[in-house]
């Protein structure tokens, strides 16, 4: 593979052209946990972290992090946009001057820019606030201008929030999502579409068809092993470097809780924001608050994602399911997927840093207990047809996920069971989108 890293200022004029738009810039406002979380985390740490600190506000979009900054009581704010919505947080911020939240009056000042560009006029802070998440914590390609900001612009033993991400991965089925996806490209499997041929383009089409990430909330229940904080894969923003940031790899190792047909993996991720010192954390400084984007926690813009397979595999209640995924930069501010998974011991898995694009992902029938895919993490699909409470007595067969019997026969299990269910992760659901 070559070792080049693609540029993004190619695709600078769509990207932030997108972000001008105050229609966008509503969307991720009205995402209610993200909003109040980053309003809790940065009030919460205003007396360390804020109160009368110089503060850069990282890709500021409509300037509410730096807003919230200045209500913790931040002497300065930077905050760096280069998009057009700079000009409207400047009006909003001048606004101040005829009396409208006058308590920004002198406080924020707005430079439209990359924060990549040479000799800007802004001096090291304290404190780096930054909303630079995508898809899968990294789609976007934001953080690496949140790290160069840290990099270059923050005090040592300053403060970032978010100061981590940890990502999680796990195997899920889903044969009505994978049923449809595959009738998409049957549509190019006829023999006589108007008396045309369009045979020849039906593999092309599974594969562009399998080959998209799908977006969207899913049912937690369809997780074939649901992973814990052990399971994560973090990335530390106070040390991560942006090589790091441009070729992952991150291995997983599951024990499956149900009998089965594995459709793909699942990926979403947690933010924490805690103030330093991060090489040796400590509640008496602040608070940490966190936030997840998992299938069982409140909804929020990014949702989840869900790399479905060409062909499901199977696997057996208390099988190991290994494998790893290889994410690399593309020159589209995302990045390249590879997912190589089995659910056996005896499956010799390929090194994942000597990976062939061009045959990586071919169809073998010397392999038959493993999977291997190629997607492309900006080519997303969506799907949004899971509404949380719609099946409160759901069971596992009834997503053909099947319980060992030795589960089923274990009082303490049923136990277990019964308190679960009476818990329902998605009561506020209505008030949300409400």
């Not at 805690?274 to 509640?283: G, N, S």
């Not at 409140?298 to 790399?307: G, L, M, N, P, Y």
Request: charged share 20%; proline share 7%; net charge negative.
């Amino acid at each position: 593979m070559s070792s080049e890293v693609p540029g993004v200022e190619h695709r600078d004029p769509q990207y932030f052209g997108y972000y001008a738009q105050l229609q966008h810039q509503q969307n991720m406002l009205q995402d209610t946990v993200r909003t109040s979380t980053y309003r809790s985390a940065i009030l919460l740490n205003g007396p360390g972290c804020f109160q009368d600190k110089l503060v850069m506000d990282v890709g500021a979009g409509s300037g509410i992090l730096s807003y919230f900054s200045v209500q913790a009581g931040a002497k300065k704010v930077y905050a760096v946009e280069a998009s057009g919505m700079a000009k409207k947080m400047e009006k909003l911020v001048k606004a101040a001057d005829t009396g409208k939240n006058e308590f920004l009056k002198d406080r924020v000042e707005v430079v439209n820019a990359k924060i990549e560009e040479p000799d800007l006029n802004i001096p090291k802070v304290d404190t780096i606030v930054s909303e630079p998440i995508g898809v899968l914590l990294f789609h976007e390609r934001m953080l690496e201008s949140y790290i160069y900001a840290r990099d270059n612009y923050l005090k040592p033993g300053g403060a970032l929030f978010p100061s981590k991400g940890n990502i999680f991965l796990a195997p899920f089925t889903d044969a009505t999502l994978w049923s449809e996806t595959m009738g998409k490209a049957r549509f190019w499997e006829q023999p006589s579409f108007y008396g045309i041929d369009l045979t020849s383009l039906y593999k092309d089409a599974r594969d562009e068809m399998f080959g998209m990430p799908v977006v969207g909330h899913f049912d937690p229940r369809s997780l074939i092993t649901t992973p814990s904080i052990f399971d994560a894969y973090p990335v530390d923003f106070s040390t991560v470097t942006t090589e790091a940031l441009q070729d992952i790899t991150i291995p997983f190792k599951w024990s499956a809780q149900y009998t089965g047909l594995i459709h793909g993996v699942a990926g979403w991720f947690d933010l924490v924001f805690a103030p330093p010192p991060y090489d040796q954390p400590t509640e008496e400084l602040g608070t940490t608050v966190e936030m997840s984007t998992g299938p069982a926690a409140e909804r929020t813009h990014w949702q989840q994602v869900r790399f479905l397979f060409r062909e499901p595999l199977a696997v057996n209640a208390t099988q190991t399911i290994r494998g790893w995924m290889r994410c690399i930069v593309n020159d589209m501010r995302s990045y390249t997927i590879y997912i190589q998974i089995t659910a056996t011991d005896s499956e010799e898995l390929l090194d994942p840093a000597s990976i062939d694009k061009d045959t990586f992902a071919a169809p073998s029938d010397d392999q038959p207990l493993q999977r291997r895919g190629i997607w492309e993490l900006h080519e997303q699909t969506y799907n949004y047809n899971y509404t949380p409470g719609a099946m409160p007595d759901h069971k596992p067969e009834y997503s053909c996920l099947y319980e060992p019997e030795t589960r089923l026969d274990n009082p303490l299990y049923q136990q277990q069971q019964f308190n679960l269910e009476s818990v329902n992760v998605m009561d506020d659901y209505e008030d949300f989108v409400n």
